[in-house]
Nanobody
């Protein structure tokens, strides 16, 4: 079992920055694919970014490319999401997820999930 705990959310003005962290514990592995998803008010959960375990290849949804950066520190079992130039439409509950097999844009391919951290961007 893997436990994931997100942190770093908060209230920020449009144009500001936040860095989310996801600390993993339990049966972790540097080979696991890690992803960030978000769910805004009245919306379905959507993919934000992912990073593979072995090669560190990254994937992003189009609307965050150039603004968000996903990274991982395997020694600390932590994944980060640096979010710059935030927009009100980025407001959502952000979830961290771990996949035993693959870094994916599809939520159903993830095996473990955190509880989420709230990001609110004011205009």
């Amino acid at each position: 079992q893997v436990q994931l705990v997100e942190s770093g959310g908060g209230l920020v003005q449009a144009g500001g920055s936040l860095r989310l962290s996801c600390a993993a514990s339990g049966r972790t592995s540097s080979s696991y694919g890690m992803g960030w998803f978000r769910q805004g008010p009245g919306k379905e959960r959507e993919f934000v970014a992912a990073i593979s375990g072995s090669s560190g290849v990254t994937y992003y949804r189009d609307s965050v490319k150039g603004r968000f950066t996903i990274s991982r520190d395997n020694a600390k079992n932590t994944v980060y999401l640096q979010m710059n130039s935030l927009k009100p439409e980025d407001t959502a509950l952000y979830y961290c997820a771990a996949s035993i097999k693959i870094a994916s844009t599809r939520s159903w391919q993830y095996d473990f999930w955190g509880q989420g951290t709230q990001v609110t961007v004011s205009s």
